[in-house]
């Protein structure tokens, strides 16, 4: 199955290198990097999902370097439902299989989301200062 890595190369974003190694280790096929200009088109992260295929594997640092919102989040997860598609997410602690962080309960991804809203706004706040 076809294993993807995807970083959101925001300003903040400081363990690039370690974040590359975790998934060369996890033997992803490609590691796409967007670059923060694109914050609102991602258009990398669009062409990647559409080159996945069934039973594929899709491993972010953060939910939250991946979507723009709840609606986002709704589709992404329906797209992954229908074509068994496999989510790791690193800093989240979240792995779809279970395989890597077993001990990730109901409520700590449900905290994931819960915080979604705040640190998506977070991000952007981050992405907009200093580009004028």
């Known amino acids: 199955m076809v294993k993807y890595g995807y970083i959101f190369l925001s300003k903040n974003y400081l363990t690039k290198e370690v974040d590359i190694v975790w998934m060369q ?5 490609a590691i796409i990097e967007e670059d923060a200009h694109q914050e609102k088109l991602r258009p990398e992260w669009r062409k990647m999902l559409g080159r996945l295929k069934k039973g ?6 953060k939910i939250s370097h991946t979507l723009r919102g709840i609606r986002e ?5 329906d797209l992954c439902r229908q074509y068994n598609i496999r989510i790791v997410s690193i800093y989240d602690r979240i792995d779809s299989d279970s395989e890597f ?11 994931t989301i819960s915080t979604l ?5 977070a ?10």
């Open 25 to 29: 280790n996890f033997e992803s096929e």
């Open 73 to 77: 989040l709704g589709v992404f997860l």
């Open 117 to 121: 809203f705040t640190e998506l706004n």
């Open 101 to 111: 962080f077993p001990f990730t309960s109901i409520k700590d991804v449900q905290f």
């Open 56 to 61: 594929g594997t899709i491993v972010v640092i």
């Open 123 to 132: 991000l952007r706040r981050t992405e907009s200062r200093g580009t004028g």
